[in-house]
């Protein structure tokens, strides 16, 4: 078991800091941000807004919205209402 100086806990702090060192993790704390950014609005914004502000593309901001209605997190109703009509469904699920 290694110990945790201060000279290696300011590096890896400091390795923190650089674009793309959080790797595997990226996609977790992106969607999370997302989930943080959407939280308690009535009406979101557009998905081009929100990939810009994550700086990703609006169909990684769709996957990420996918996976948090997987995982049960409560979504704006503008956004529900909209991924209906987009997959030809109603608001209550049945096929149009």
Known sequence: MTSCT????AKRAKSLRRPG???RNATLIRTLRLARRLHGVHRSP???VLADELNVTT???RRDIDAL???GWPLPPDIVQRRARVSGLTTEGEQR
């Open 6 to 9: 201060g000279t290696g806990m």
């Open 21 to 23: 060192a959080l790797g």
């Open 46 to 48: 557009r998905l081009a």
């Open 59 to 61: 169909r990684t901001i």
């Open 69 to 71: 209605e997987v995982a």
